[in-house]
């Protein structure tokens, strides 16, 4: 390993077999691939890893793939378990830029220097991809997506072409189990935990989680005890006696009614069950963006934004990994993803993003998952503007939104404007998770809306897994809406195929507190929303590599694709030399300052070949992100500038790809950036005050740098001593670091 960086589910199986085979007309059919060659180290996907099965095949990997991978840890839960990521890039590319220039000014204890400056890793130097899992404990298909994408990434290193390049020049960053203690709990011990652990009292009787559910019939797994109530949500299936229904609001029915309950007991006396188990708080709501709600009072969870380990953990991760540009986690169940945003509204998002979102990738997700594409996804166009919406709160003006604390900046003005009332509504497969018709946020401090807003990236979040499309192979099943038919076609497989692990046949059960009823169902591990092991477990993990694979071949790719230098005359004794320009020309003053100069006209031309610009539509003006830079390196001692800088702010290399649906708007000279912004050479001035609140955030109102599509051009004249080496250096924060020299003649 390296170096250290800093209540059951819902009854009834929410889960499938199932190679991913749509019910709806147009569907893919999505065969689990055969590797493109044979792993280093086996992985089998016939059960649940766990977090210690997780845990051990990092290790594992880490050790089997030295050149390709690097496991470290950025965290630990409360009960200290760590939070692993697992790196996947050559570690043998990527150039860091401060390794291009040594650091000055060090400051001394004694006669040692005090080393407080923590060097780049190479890795940090290439566009990044972050794939997460297992955020929410019981929904472990997450964990097992981020396996098996790590078996393609390492197992298809040098066998094939495309994703060989992919690693050498782009770093995956996997962290399988967010919430370690909620995976361990729900795999390895059966008690389906959504939350971290916490270690509390909560009943107050000086113990510390000692209460928690109990396996009343020892069988050494956890079931479900279901006796006669005539208030109980459920009925005993006509269909089947095996399976339990739940009864609709309100619905009425002559049939005997049921309550159903994971195994437990009152332990203490207190007349409560399972009220002290370690069960903490949901970590995907304690992120900072929209952790407040409108009305200034706590949303989301926790004493406060980041109070867990685990979201503090990612979020001091992503800090020191600015080169992060896509971020994808993984949830269940559904069978869709969500974009941005979950707090906010689609008036917030820059247009751009939004285009990219829907008509590139979610085009893409609707493909690979099998269901159709919306008609306006397939147009170039951009949709037409609709009143009411646009970069502001629909029906407020520009000086009433809401400013408060949690809050995702209003968009500047734009060519184009969102969806309002009366269009059409969004895919089933990909959406945003704001309800657009209550108007009402989906969640407080989602880390969807953080990694989005306040970080900068293409984010996304995927509930994995809809047990009616993504089933098949279950004998009576073919894709019926009909919940009783699809569990009792699954009991029957999985008595074979599981040897009965799943489902327990009912039996008579004298419970301490609530006398006769039955022990039996579903059990836990198996029935929380989980894909089934197996093929079905292998299709959703296919799928799902296949759009990985797709959106990080969208990632920027930096090239200097010209660095020369003309010697325009050399001398002994050139004094100061100094450079005025007037129109196209350029005059040089000789000093006397001895010494042997040659002064070298240099020019460069710089480009970003990937599809993707190097940063979202307004990535570049949040707090802690920069735009990109080319600096002209060299001895700094023997290396004077008469014309130009040594390094020169580019704004945002602009991708290749066209963006369908998106038409930019004009954008402004860079003497109106500077007298905007307060942005001049050699700092990045003021601009917009911040919102209060926030740690990064989108500037409201932000005027855009000068944008130039996808290339650059640079001159410089030096006044160089000797023969000291140059070098041209293109860095990105998010879309990496290349160097070339130049050539003299």
């Given at each position: 390993?390296?170096?250290?960086?800093?209540?059951?589910?819902?009854?009834?199986?929410?889960?499938?077999?199932?190679?991913?085979?749509?019910?709806?007309?147009?569907?893919?059919?999505?065969?689990?691939?055969?590797?493109?060659?044979?792993?280093?180290?086996?992985?089998?996907?016939?059960?649940?890893?766990?977090?210690?099965?997780?845990?051990?095949?990092?290790?594992?990997?880490?050790?089997?793939?030295?050149?390709?991978?690097?496991?470290?840890?950025?965290?630990?839960?409360?009960?200290?378990?760590?939070?692993?990521?697992?790196?996947?890039?050559?570690?043998?590319?990527?150039?860091?830029?401060?390794?291009?220039?040594?650091?000055?000014?060090?400051?001394?204890?004694?006669?040692?220097?005090?080393?407080?400056?923590?060097?780049?890793?190479?890795?940090?130097?290439?566009?990044?991809?972050?794939?997460?899992?297992?955020?929410?404990?019981?929904?472990?298909?997450?964990?097992?997506?981020?396996?098996?994408?790590?078996?393609?990434?390492?197992?298809?290193?040098?066998?094939?072409?495309?994703?060989?390049?992919?690693?050498?020049?782009?770093?995956?960053?996997?962290?399988?189990?967010?919430?370690?203690?909620?995976?361990?709990?729900?795999?390895?011990?059966?008690?389906?935990?959504?939350?971290?652990?916490?270690?509390?009292?909560?009943?107050?009787?000086?113990?510390?989680?000692?209460?928690?559910?109990?396996?009343?019939?020892?069988?050494?797994?956890?079931?479900?005890?279901?006796?006669?109530?005539?208030?109980?949500?459920?009925?005993?299936?006509?269909?089947?006696?095996?399976?339990?229904?739940?009864?609709?609001?309100?619905?009425?029915?002559?049939?005997?009614?049921?309550?159903?309950?994971?195994?437990?007991?009152?332990?203490?006396?207190?007349?409560?069950?399972?009220?002290?188990?370690?069960?903490?708080?949901?970590?995907?709501?304690?992120?900072?963006?929209?952790?407040?709600?409108?009305?200034?009072?706590?949303?989301?969870?926790?004493?406060?934004?980041?109070?867990?380990?685990?979201?503090?953990?990612?979020?001091?991760?992503?800090?020191?990994?600015?080169?992060?540009?896509?971020?994808?986690?993984?949830?269940?169940?559904g069978g869709f993803t969500y974009r941005p945003l979950a707090r906010w509204p689609d008036s917030r998002l820059d247009a751009k993003d939004l285009a990219v979102y829907d008509r590139v990738m979610g085009k893409k997700y609707l493909e690979l998952i099998g269901e159709p594409v919306p008609a306006a996804w397939q147009d170039a166009k951009p949709p037409a503007a609709v009143p009411g919406r646009g970069g502001s709160e629909a029906g407020l003006a520009d000086d009433q939104q809401p400013q408060g604390r949690g809050r995702a900046a209003a968009a500047a003005p734009?060519?184009?404007?969102?969806?309002?009332?009366?269009?059409?509504?969004?895919?089933?497969?990909?959406?945003?998770?704001?309800?657009?018709?209550?108007?009402?946020?989906?969640?407080?401090?989602?880390?969807?809306d953080w990694a989005y807003a306040q970080f900068g990236a293409y984010a996304m979040s995927t509930e994995l897994w809809n047990w009616q499309k993504d089933t098949k192979g279950l004998a009576g099943y073919a894709g019926e809406d009909d919940r009783v038919k699809w569990e009792a076609a699954y009991i029957g497989w999985q008595e074979k195929a599981l040897g009965g692990r799943a489902f327990k046949a009912w039996t008579p059960f004298k419970h301490p507190e609530l006398g006769d009823g039955e022990i039996g169902g579903w059990t836990s591990r198996y029935g929380s929303?989980?894909?089934?092991?197996?093929?079905?477990?292998?299709?959703?993990?296919?799928?799902?590599?296949?759009?990985?694979?797709?959106?990080?071949?969208?990632?920027?790719?930096?090239?200097?694709?010209?660095?020369?230098?003309?010697?325009?005359?050399?001398?002994?004794?050139?004094?100061?030399?100094?450079?005025?320009?007037?129109?196209?020309?350029?005059?040089?003053?000789?000093?006397?300052?001895?010494?042997?100069?040659?002064?070298?006209?240099?020019?460069?031309?710089?480009?970003?070949?990937?599809?993707?610009?190097?940063?979202?539509?307004?990535?570049?003006?949040?707090?802690?992100?920069?735009?990109?830079?080319?600096?002209?390196?060299?001895?700094?001692?023997?290396?004077?500038?008469?014309?130009?800088?040594?390094?020169?702010?580019?704004?945002?290399?602009?991708?290749?790809?066209?963006?369908?649906?998106?038409?930019?708007?004009?954008?402004?000279?860079?003497?109106?950036?500077?007298?905007?912004?307060?942005?001049?050479?050699?700092?990045?001035?003021?601009?917009?005050?911040?919102?209060?609140?926030?740690?990064?955030?989108?500037?409201?109102?932000?005027?855009?740098?000068?944008?130039?599509?996808?290339?650059?051009?640079?001159?410089?004249?030096?006044?160089?001593?000797?023969?000291?080496?140059?070098?041209?250096?293109?860095?990105?924060?998010?879309?990496?670091?290349?160097?070339?020299?130049?050539?003299?003649?």
């Amino acid at each position: 390993m390296g170096p250290s960086r800093r209540a059951l589910g819902r009854l009834g199986l929410v889960t499938a077999l199932g190679l991913l085979v749509s019910a709806s007309p147009g569907a893919v059919v999505q065969k689990a691939a055969a590797p493109v060659a044979a792993s280093r180290v086996a992985i089998t996907f016939t059960d649940y890893h766990g977090y210690t099965g997780a845990a051990d095949y990092l290790k594992r990997v880490a050790a089997a793939y030295p050149a390709i991978t690097e496991l470290i840890e950025i965290g630990r839960s409360n009960t200290n378990r760590p939070v692993f990521v697992l790196i996947v890039t050559n570690r043998k590319t990527g150039v860091a830029l401060d390794s291009l220039v040594p650091l000055r000014h060090v400051r001394l204890e004694g006669k040692e220097p005090v080393k407080n400056v923590t060097p780049m890793k190479p890795d940090q130097a290439k566009p990044g991809v972050w794939i997460d899992g297992g955020t929410h404990g019981n929904e472990y298909t997450g964990t097992e997506v981020c396996l098996y994408i790590i078996d393609k990434l390492v197992s298809g290193y040098g066998a094939d072409a495309d994703l060989t390049r992919l690693i050498d020049s782009s770093t995956f960053y996997i962290c399988p189990a967010v919430n370690p203690d909620g995976v361990f709990n729900s795999v390895e011990k059966g008690i389906a935990q959504r939350g971290n652990s916490m270690l509390e009292d909560n009943d107050g009787d000086g113990k510390v989680n000692e209460d928690g559910p109990d396996d009343l019939d020892g069988d050494g797994v956890l079931r479900q005890f279901r006796y006669r109530d005539p208030k109980g949500p459920f009925v005993i299936s006509e269909a089947d006696p095996r399976i339990m229904v739940r009864l609709a609001q309100n619905e009425t029915t002559g049939r005997p009614r049921y309550a159903v309950i994971t195994e437990d007991k009152d332990n203490d006396g207190d007349g409560r069950r399972g009220e002290d188990g370690e069960s903490g708080i949901d970590v995907n709501r304690n992120f900072p963006e929209g952790w407040y709600r409108d009305t200034q009072e706590q949303g989301g969870t926790g004493a406060y934004p980041s109070s867990s380990p685990e979201s503090r953990a990612v979020l001091e991760f992503f800090t020191n990994h600015t080169n992060i540009l896509m971020v994808q986690s993984y949830h269940t169940s559904g069978g869709f993803t969500y974009r941005p945003l979950a707090r906010w509204p689609d008036s917030r998002l820059d247009a751009k993003d939004l285009a990219v979102y829907d008509r590139v990738m979610g085009k893409k997700y609707l493909e690979l998952i099998g269901e159709p594409v919306p008609a306006a996804w397939q147009d170039a166009k951009p949709p037409a503007a609709v009143p009411g919406r646009g970069g502001s709160e629909a029906g407020l003006a520009d000086d009433q939104q809401p400013q408060g604390r949690g809050r995702a900046a209003a968009a500047a003005p734009r060519a184009t404007a969102q969806p309002g009332p009366g269009a059409p509504a969004p895919p089933r497969g990909f959406r945003h998770a704001y309800n657009d018709t209550a108007s009402t946020p989906y969640g407080y401090g989602v880390f969807l809306d953080w990694a989005y807003a306040q970080f900068g990236a293409y984010a996304m979040s995927t509930e994995l897994w809809n047990w009616q499309k993504d089933t098949k192979g279950l004998a009576g099943y073919a894709g019926e809406d009909d919940r009783v038919k699809w569990e009792a076609a699954y009991i029957g497989w999985q008595e074979k195929a599981l040897g009965g692990r799943a489902f327990k046949a009912w039996t008579p059960f004298k419970h301490p507190e609530l006398g006769d009823g039955e022990i039996g169902g579903w059990t836990s591990r198996y029935g929380s929303g989980n894909a089934i092991p197996g093929e079905s477990l292998l299709g959703v993990c296919e799928v799902h590599w296949q759009f990985e694979r797709f959106k990080a071949s969208l990632l920027p790719r930096l090239d200097i694709t010209s660095a020369k230098g003309r010697v325009l005359y050399t001398t002994n004794d050139p004094g100061a030399p100094s450079a005025t320009a007037q129109g196209d020309t350029v005059t040089i003053a000789k000093g006397r300052k001895a010494g042997r100069y040659r002064i070298i006209e240099i020019t460069a031309a710089v480009a970003n070949t990937g599809p993707l610009a190097t940063h979202l539509g307004r990535g570049a003006s949040l707090r802690g992100n920069r735009g990109d830079v080319v600096w002209l390196i060299g001895d700094r001692d023997r290396i004077r500038f008469l014309q130009g800088t040594p390094w020169v702010r580019l704004g945002t290399l602009d991708g290749t790809m066209p963006i369908p649906g998106y038409q930019p708007r004009p954008q402004p000279s860079s003497m109106e950036i500077g007298a905007m912004t307060g942005r001049g050479r050699g700092g990045f001035g003021g601009g917009a005050a911040p919102i209060g609140g926030q740690l990064r955030l989108q500037r409201p109102e932000e005027t855009p740098m000068p944008a130039d599509g996808a290339t650059r051009e640079f001159t410089w004249l030096v006044a160089v001593e000797g023969d000291v080496p140059l070098k041209i250096a293109l860095s990105s924060q998010k879309g990496g670091t290349v160097v070339k020299d130049v050539a003299v003649n």
